[in-house]
Structures are given as structure tokens and as C-alpha cells.
């Protein structure tokens, strides 16, 4: 079982930065894949992007070229760098282990508290 803190949150204005970070302890040497979801409100959880221990990342196209994830296996943490932030990027962000079926990454673990990100001027 593996179990994980997020932290790192925040609120920022428009065009600003954040880093989150994921602490992730437990049964670390099961880790195949992990994620960054967030959840606004009203809205489902979404994967916004994902890192295998063989290094394939992807992102979610609203991201892309804003937001980096990289991972840190000595410290057992995953970072999420948010630049250039928009108030659409407003949600609660969680990480997660994940597994992969039928094509599509799926939460594995437990959720976290998660930490919430607030972009407005």
C-alpha cells in the first residue's frame, strides 16, 4: 500500500508559478506510474499528467507546455512545476499511483487531502 501528501498549493495571480510537491511512502518499490489530477469545483477528477519509472510522461492539452511533472526516486516525491497559471487552472490537486487498463490510466491508491491551487487577480 502506498499512501501520499500532497503540498505545495497556494494562491497566486494570473501568470504566476507553483510548485507541488508529492510525498508518496508505504510499498514505494511497487510504484510503476504516477499522476497529477485536480478537481474544480462541480467538476469530475481529471488526470492532468503522468509519470512511468521508464520516464514516459504525458499531459493533458490544457497543460501542456505550462505545467512539468519530474520525479525525484531518491526522495520518493513527484513534482508538479505550474507556470504561467489561469484562473481555469482553480482546482484541488491530488497525486496518485497508477495503473494501466485497457489503454488508460486509472488511480491505484488511496487519495490524499490534496492541496488546493487558486489563481485570481
Known amino acids: 500500500q502506498v499512501h501520499v501528501v500532497e503540498s505545495g498549493g497556494g494562491s497566486v495571480q494570473p501568470g504566476g508559478s507553483l510548485r507541488l510537491s508529492c510525498l508518496a511512502s508505504g510499498s514505494t518499490d511497487s510504484i510503476r506510474a504516477m499522476g497529477w489530477y485536480r478537481q474544480a469545483p462541480g467538476k469530475p477528477r481529471e488526470l492532468v499528467a503522468s509519470i512511468t519509472t521508464d520516464g514516459d510522461i504525458n499531459y493533458e492539452d490544457s497543460v501542456k507546455g505550462r505545467f512539468t511533472i519530474f520525479r525525484d526516486n531518491a526522495k520518493n516525491t513527484v513534482y508538479f512545476q505550474m507556470n504561467s497559471l489561469k484562473p481555469e487552472d482553480t482546482a484541488v490537486y491530488y497525486c496518485?499511483?497508477?495503473?494501466?487498463?485497457?489503454?488508460?490510466?486509472?488511480?491505484?491508491?488511496?487519495w490524499g487531502q490534496g492541496t488546493q491551487v487558486t489563481v485570481s487577480s
Open positions: 496518485n499511483t497508477l495503473t494501466k487498463i485497457t489503454g488508460r490510466w486509472l488511480p491505484l491508491g488511496d
